[in-house]
């Protein structure tokens, strides 16, 4: 972790945190993230509205009942993360990975998702109406029970997806 000259925000950048617990964490809008790794650390109930998370790797961590909103998450990944019950309102994946990831109860209302993978992504019953999938790799994700009225799935990868 650095802070920034003024001190006013910490940047996370080119750390590395394992088995960690940041559980009700509150961080500054935006934060930046960048290049850090974070391998089976606990997000629970943090606060990380409007983060900029650049280049991370997350694997195994739980965002569950986390508030992630307005956050923009770019050439990130995030690989079998649990975001139960997480706010994800308005938050942007650009070029993410996401595999394996699960969103029970999240909310997911106006996410933007573009490019990436969500291979094998839980995203069952969540209402993806009028996403923008376009080319997404979607393969083996669990869509059962989306609304997906409206979403553009052309060149979206849905091999083995659940429907």
Known sequence: MHSDDE????KWIDGRFEDQTFEGLRLDPETRLERSFFVRCKFEMAVLTEVLITRCDFEECSFEAAK???ATCDS???????FTNADLVGTRFSNCRVVGSSFPG??????????????????RMQDLSG?????????????????LTGADLQKAILTSANL
Do not use: E, P
């Not at 999240?106 to 995203?123: E, R």
């Not at 996403?131 to 609304?147: I, P, T």
């Open 7 to 10: 001190g006013t925000h910490m």
């Open 68 to 70: 992630l909103d307005l």
């Open 76 to 82: 990130s990944s995030f690989l079998n993360c649990n």
């Open 106 to 123: 999240a909310n997911l209302t106006g996410i933007k998702i573009k490019d990436g993978d969500w291979s094998f992504a839980n995203l």
């Open 131 to 147: 996403q923008d999938l376009h080319g997404v790799r979607l393969a083996g994700a669990d869509l059962y029970g989306c609304n």
